[in-house]
């Protein structure tokens, strides 16, 4: 068993667990039930993590986990009237209002 990754929220950490499941990957999420105590425990120590199961799975695993890790609706971009940084899910500035070309 290896730790790959933890994220904030267990719909993350899901999303990976099929992405590799559907690779053939088996995973184990921990952590998933311990969202009841945050704030006795180090934010991050709470976080769901992700388990590979076979050590061998690791690096490919790692590799998938990295390329799902690319924005689903777009990269973030900067608005070329006002200059601001806009999440790629925006299709506007949120600042100005300019559409995103
Ligand atoms: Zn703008």
Redesign the pocket.
């Known amino acids: 068993m290896k730790k790959l990754t933890s994220a904030e929220t267990i719909v993350t950490i899901t999303h990976y667990q099929n992405l590799l499941s559907a690779e053939g990957i088996r995973t184990e999420i921990r952590n998933q039930h311990l969202g009841g105590i945050m704030g006795e425990m180090p934010v991050f120590e709470t976080w769901p993590q992700l388990w590979i199961v076979n050590d061998l799975d690791f690096d490919r695993a790692t590799q998938l986990i990295e390329s799902a890790d690319v924005e689903p609706h777009g990269a973030p971009w900067t608005?070329?009237?006002?200059?601001?940084e806009?999440e790629g899910q925006y299709a506007?500035?949120?600042?100005?209002?300019?559409s995103a070309d």
């Open positions: 608005c070329s009237k006002c200059g601001e806009n506007a500035c949120w600042n100005c209002g300019v």
